[in-house]
């Protein structure tokens, strides 16, 4: 029993440690998580307007891939026309992206809030974006930041 027991838990181990994020072209009309239509979504530079009287929203949101976890794809981020970022992840780890998303335009269904990311995390997500050890200890402050949570994402173009 103790065997099988060490075997299960050393393939688990291997498969969170070799993590990769999902392979393959992404193509218009793919679904990651749950599967959702592109109707009634607003523009992601509609977010931070849309957030000033309720810090908290459910929507849909359409923009375009500037950015994916090159370690398991569990975020990505959206650029926006002043060229801040908004910082998506996927709902309870639930679902990843390929990083052959970058450049893609999507829909994202789920919920976006304001949020202050503490210095630690912010080098986190610089170390899992692979940036140089100069980078992330240029982060000395910690920033708020619009961050959405998505349930589905659909590739539009």
């Known amino acids: 029993m103790k065997k099988i027991f060490l075997i299960a838990v050393l393939f688990i181990a ?31 530079d509609a977010l931070p307007k849309a957030l000033t009287t309720n810090n908290t929203l459910d929507t849909k949101i359409t923009g375009k891939v500037t950015g994916v976890c090159p370690k398991k794809g569990c975020w990505l981020t959206l650029e926006t026309a002043d060229k801040t970022k908004v910082f998506v992840k996927m709902k309870d780890y639930g679902f990843f992206v390929p990083t052959e998303m970058i450049g893609k335009t999507v829909v994202l269904d789920g919920q976006a809030k304001l949020k202050t990311t503490s210095v630690e995390e912010l080098q986190h997500y610089a170390e899992d ?25 659909l590739v539009v173009n």
Do not use: L
Request: aromatic share 6%; proline share 12%; hydrophobic share 30%.
């Open 14 to 44: 291997t498969k969170i440690t070799f993590a990769q994020p999902p392979a393959g072209p992404v193509n218009p009309g793919d679904t990651y998580g749950e599967k959702i239509q592109p109707d009634g979504a607003i523009p992601v």
């Open 129 to 153: 974006a692979k940036k140089s050890k100069e980078e992330i200890a240029a982060i000395t402050k910690p920033e708020t930041e619009v961050r959405f949570t998505a349930k589905g994402i």
